[in-house]
């Protein structure tokens, strides 16, 4: 009996590192921890370590917002086994890894913006307030407002072309008034010169950082005194800083944080700042995810997602196609704060 029991006792040994290896699970977040929106990066990243995803781990991947990036890290990934689910940010770098992650049989969740992230997609769903919804709220403040004169500048990016179709398909502002930008262009003088030629009554930011704080600091430094408004992107809490006050007063659309004080207080405390929108919704989608992969049918996991005792509780939706949506409102920049509006 006693030499039964140390040959048990040797086998439990022996199998206890292959039955936990075997229940081992992963989820890979891509970031862009370095580059032009580290910031944001860094923010989310920060926020997912706040949340408890119970025993699924997070590791990080850096992309750098650069798509080809993206890639090579899921593809990277995909060799792990253990790896079972994906978070990524913005539209582009979401775009670059869907089909991936369509083959792959893995689910992931996208920070982003663009509806072609979810189009015809089962295993890549989107956790944010979508470009269209953004888009229609927008539209209605233009309107409630009264500006009959609103010059579009965008970005040669996914997200914001997206925003420019919207607004040229349901707004009567004429062709002229958008223009684009590169993407990392901080020599925006000449087009600032045009614009402010135009007496603008305000000036929708459909730009990314760094053109975004470029723009608006030239645009300023020549005599535009007007009202600069847009998406989400604007309340990148660095981008203001370095505007160094020409984003002031500032409104645009944002995730609703009127239930979120007790993660903020926890934010600000570990990291002393306030998260981004964006991280609010990385925390959430971290733990939703976490919980999918580790149920029995995670895709069917996302339908329900009131069901997950997230953030947002009752107020986060499931919208068609693979959209967990929170809730919209609007916000306002008041120095380097981000201000709710009521």
């Not at 970031?31 to 920060?46: E, F, K, M, T, Y």
């Not at 939706?317 to 916000?331: E, G, R």
Request: glycine share 8%; aromatic share 10%.
């Amino acid at each position: 009996m006693r030499t039964f029991s140390r040959i048990f006792c040797l086998f439990c040994l022996v199998l206890a590192p292959l039955i936990a290896h075997a229940d081992s699970s992963k989820i890979v977040a891509v970031l862009p921890l370095s580059g032009r929106l580290a910031n944001i990066g860094r923010d989310l990243q920060n926020a997912i370590t706040l949340q408890d995803t119970g025993s699924v781990s997070v590791v990080y991947e850096d992309d750098g917002f650069d798509p080809k990036n993206t890639v090579a890290a899921v593809q990277k990934s995909l060799t792990d086994p253990e790896v079972k689910g994906f978070i990524f940010f913005g539209s582009g770098t979401s775009l670059a890894a869907k089909p991936l992650i369509e083959r792959s049989n893995i689910p992931a969740i996208a920070v982003a913006m663009s509806d072609k992230i979810v189009e015809n997609s089962q295993y890549m769903f989107r956790y944010y307030v979508p470009a269209e919804a953004q888009a229609g709220r927008i539209a209605q403040e233009i309107n409630h407002a009264g500006y009959k004169n609103v010059i579009f500048v965008v970005s040669q990016q996914e997200a914001m072309l997206g925003f420019q179709k919207y607004f040229q398909g349901n707004l009567a502002f004429p062709t002229g008034n958008y223009f684009e930008v590169q993407p990392g262009d901080t020599d925006l003088k000449s087009t600032a010169l045009k614009i402010s030629a135009m007496k603008p009554d305000a000036i929708c930011l459909l730009l990314l950082p760094p053109e975004l704080q470029s723009f608006a600091k030239q645009i300023r430094s020549i005599g535009y005194k007007g009202q600069f408004f847009g998406p989400t992107q604007i309340g990148n809490p660095d981008a203001a800083k370095a505007a160094e006050g020409a984003l002031e007063n500032t409104w645009f659309t944002g995730v609703d944080e009127a239930s979120e004080k007790e993660l903020i207080s926890r934010f600000r405390n570990r990291f002393g700042t306030n998260p981004t929108s964006e991280a609010l919704v990385a925390y959430d989608a971290a733990g939703l995810l976490a919980k999918a992969v580790t149920s029995k049918e995670p895709l069917q996991y996302f339908l329900k997602p009131t069901e997950f005792n997230g953030i947002f509780g009752a107020n986060l939706a499931f919208v068609n196609p693979n959209t967990l949506q929170p809730p919209i409102a609007l916000k306002r920049i008041k120095g380097v704060a981000l201000k709710q509006e009521g």
